[in-house]
């Protein structure tokens, strides 16, 4: 699953440009989908290149990574143009020391502010809290093996430009070869 963006249209000229949908509205969404609002009858024509432009709202199929969007207007100037970031969210590792999956990796995360990683058992006993620019965790809190479970976690940063603290959580399965 992928992070994706609601932007309205209140926010293409002000610092409020991008707020993250809610967790429930992620389900059953394309990967690497972005959807922008503009709540006018105002006709906006959007693009990811800057060349080609098109009338729907709706960008999917989207690639993990920074990407940015090309907002123009009806009166044809210059776009608005915003950078985003596709964040490849993680439901699954299997931290055995087999090199597939064993380590929860936000690296692309490391562009954001304040981020911090939070990882807790179904109890809501922190296993994991993310130092300063750390982004990865090999799922062993002081080199313990946990019991293959599913786990919560919380994604949590600062937007640099915008300053608005984002969030995003979830259950991730951590499994352990038993
Ligand atoms: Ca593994």
């Known amino acids: 699953m992928y992070f994706f963006y609601l932007i309205t249209n209140a926010q293409l000229d002000t610092e ?12 059953g969404t394309p990967k690497g989908f972005l959807y922008l ?4 009858t105002t006709p906006y024509r959007y693009s990811l290149n800057g060349i080609d432009y098109q009338n729907s709202n709706i960008f999917t199929g989207l690639s993990r990574g920074t990407h940015k969007v090309f907002v123009l207007g009806a009166d044809g ?8 970031l ?3 969210i993680i439901n699954a590792i ?14 692309e995360l490391r562009i954001k ?26 799922g062993k809190p002081g080199g313990r093996t946990l019991p293959t479970g599913t786990y919560w ?4 940063w600062m937007e640099p430009e915008t300053k608005l603290t984002v969030s ?11």
């Open 16 to 27: 409020h440009w991008f707020a993250p949908m809610s967790a429930s509205s992620l389900q």
């Open 37 to 40: 609002s503009t709540h006018e």
């Open 77 to 84: 100037c210059s776009p608005v143009t915003k950078e985003f």
């Open 86 to 88: 596709v964040i490849n």
């Open 94 to 107: 299997t931290p055995n020391g087999d090199g597939i999956n064993d380590v929860l990796d936000y690296s």
């Open 113 to 138: 502010e304040n981020v911090n990683i939070e990882v807790s058992d179904r109890y809501g006993a922190v296993v994991y809290k993310s130092p300063k620019n750390v982004y990865t965790w090999d």
């Open 153 to 156: 976690y919380v994604l949590q």
């Open 168 to 178: 995003y959580s979830g259950w991730i399965l951590i499994k352990n070869r038993e």
